[in-house]
């Protein structure tokens, strides 16, 4: 899969639109989350020289688990880290990988497991808690519903604009999701229900800096990752498309 997500333009469309339509507690204890996510027992689970982005998508993709993920940092795109795990559960693995006093914050929400950090800024400062009036699609494919998603947060943003322009990844037409009709429902909800209700689980991750949730880039402020057997490495095209072909850092630079 390419996560290559695409360029909008304020123009005409026709064709998505038609295809489609017709809230981060720090580190909760596990007892207080559904058993199904955090509890869930776990054979084995090992990673070997992949950065903590990765990590986290093998275990969902392993685990079959939905995940959101909205903090990004460069250090979690490439410092490489090595563990490993036996009989153990879910929400010991997140926190182990997540947990040492670097700022992560966990929970479960509509089934999905969103991952978060105690920086990320809430309401105005965030848009994925802006509350959309209304957000309808017919059943269709996960990222065909991602991309309406910000066709309605963009017309939510910006409502002079009657019609968009463009053309986006359709990912795999076997991953539908929907039909949804919601009423004031935050994006982040949004998002969570369509990665959670696919015939595949996935994944949702943003694709801006820390402390840009505020602004909605023209590829969008978010990527839909459909898991693969055997999991693949997204960290790579991740990092290109939020810090740019910088280089990455030293180890010195990561930690």
Not at 34 to 55: N, Q, Y
Not at 159 to 177: H, L, R
Not at 189 to 206: M, P
Request: charged share 20%.
């Amino acid at each position: 899969m390419r996560l290559h997500p695409p360029v909008f333009h304020v123009l005409a469309i026709g064709f998505v639109l038609s295809a489609v339509l017709p809230n981060g507690a720090p580190n909760a204890p596990q007892a207080s989350q559904p058993p199904t996510i955090l509890s869930k027992p776990v054979a084995a689970f090992s990673v070997r020289g992949v950065c903590l982005i990765d990590s986290l998508l093998t275990l969902g993709q392993q685990e079959q688990i939905p995940l959101g993920i909205e903090y990004v940092s460069r250090e979690a795109l490439e410092k490489p880290i090595g563990k490993e795990f036996h009989n153990t559960t879910v929400g010991e693995i997140v926190q182990a990988l997540l947990g040492g006093g670097k700022g992560y914050t966990w929970r479960v929400r509509d089934g999905v497991l969103n991952i978060s950090h105690k920086s990320v800024a809430t309401g105005k400062g965030n848009l994925l808690d802006r509350v959309l009036p209304e957000f309808e699609i017919s059943k269709c494919p996960i990222r065909t519903a991602s991309a309406a998603l910000y066709f309605a947060l963009y017309r939510n943003l910006h409502p002079e604009v009657t019609g968009y322009a463009g053309d986006f990844d359709p990912g795999n037409p076997d991953n539908v999701g929907g039909p949804l009709a919601l009423r004031n429902a935050p994006v982040r909800h949004i998002l969570n229900l369509l990665v959670s209700a696919g015939d595949k689980k996935s994944a949702w991750v943003v694709r801006v800096q820390p402390g840009c949730l505020d602004q909605l880039p023209p590829g969008g402020l978010w990527t839909i990752i459909e898991y693969q057997t055997p999991p693949r490495r997204y960290a790579q095209d991740l990092r290109r498309e939020i810090f740019g072909r910088q280089p990455p850092a030293s180890p010195k630079e990561a930690e």
